[in-house]
């Protein structure tokens, strides 16, 4: 049985006691969890199938023959079309002020922190999980095998702090081994900062066993001295820590995500049983099967019978007693390539169904001249897929640009940002201002619930919207009325040079 397979998903971390001298590290469960991660990782890359041969029933039994297995992956497909759609429209991000808005995205493009956003929730489509550490010069994204959270023992869905932990490895007489263990503990507002002493080899620390931890040490990482007792380093946010675990697909009583592979990861490895089986049914075609008659054939002394030829290359056939000679011909196989395809493309159905992406939207099969509606209609299973994915992970992005936002001095509230991600939005600028105008005329929708339908404004935004667009109305109308009266001035001034040049 896989590592991965074990269930020790509820059995997490309520305190700190993993930090004390003599704890294995990793435990059990982050050790299943890290291996069920690195097969994820796998399956992204496509080397999930390396080494590996087909599975025939033989008498019943389960054996391996040793044709490979092609690689069909659909894993990787999945993940950058859900981030295609997630990001390929504009994302537009408002605060509670014009200023604030033109700040913050001048800070967000200066430190491409929505390229950060984009890989952590990509991760989070192979992984289930991933981290982001958010500071002032930007955002930095890590896959989610050196991490985990301290949740309340009476309620997991309160994390009572986030943990990364670095292994120092070293080498000594030819063999890796652990050293140190660094750890980066995150709360609201603080980040405590410990290295421990760590017994045992790297691949101790990998495998099912692991390794324990020893006393904290004094050591110098990266220009910084982190004394034996550990350091405390304020943050400046109290209200939020500067790391975010995203998580989608979190099941029940659980504190972690389930990559969206599990639903369609069987229907793959059924497709690419079959496909290969067909790939190397044909291949066997170029090296076919010759069946002649007796005629063609010569018994040698010691009893064996071998082909009659001319200078070793001529078949010849006779004719014996008359009887008509057997012409050499090739054995063709019936491959029922027919049922194979039927089946397969059976097989393709199950996958367009499981992964909710639609055959329309993963293969990119349609034809003719289809309206912007029409393809919305035909993806609306993929979009609201995409806007699921996004739901799960929205509140942690939003924490991520607060944290963003004040580091750089900005004064806000989380209540105050919105991001609005579009997902599926296809109508261009100008039909959304036409059917915008028609329900604000006709006094169907108001134009504050016309901007939180269609631009995403909370209450508060689409009030100061309002108020902006009022005074540059009111800039507007000052404009032209002075404009009136140099025009009114300038008249007379001509008028009056004429009356004194007839004069």
Sequence with gaps: MNLWMYDFDLDYEHDFSFLNAGEQFPNKRMLAKNAEYKFRRKQYGGKYGNGRNMIVMINKIEKEIPYKVLSLNYYKLLSNKLIDLIFNNEIVIKTNSKDNDVALNKIIEKTKWLDSIRKAIKYCTIYGDSYIKTYKQ?????????????????????????????????????????????????????????????????????????????????YTYKGRKISKDGNWYSTGVTDASMVQCLSTGVEPENIYGTSPYVDIQDIVTALEQRISAEHHGLNSLADP??????????????????????????LVTEDRNNDKAIVPQQFQQDMKLDSYETFINQLKSELYELSELGRVFLSSEYSGNISEESISNLIKGAIDKANRVLTDVYYEVVDSLYVLARTNGLELNKEDLNINFNIGQTDNDKNVAEVCQILSTCKILSRQTLREKYFGYSEDQSIVEQRQIDLEDGLDTEDAQQNEEIEEQTDNLVNRSVENFNL
């Design 289 to 314: 099967l010759l069946i002649v008659g007796m005629s063609s054939v010569e018994e040698l002394e010691d009893g064996t019978y071998r082909l009659k030829t001319v200078n070793g290359n001529m």
């Design 138 to 218: 930007g955002a930095s994204v890590f896959s989610p095998n050196y991490a985990f959270k301290i949740v309340a023992d009476n309620d997991v869905n309160s994390v009572l702090a986030y943990v990364l932990y670095q292994p120092i490895k070293v080498k000594e007489f030819g063999e890796i081994k652990v050293k140190y263990i660094r750890f980066e503990i995150h709360f609201n507002g603080q980040i405590f900062e410990i290295v421990k002493e760590y017994s045992g080899t790297y691949s101790d620390y990998l495998s099912f066993g692991g390794g324990s931890l020893g006393n904290s040490v004094e």
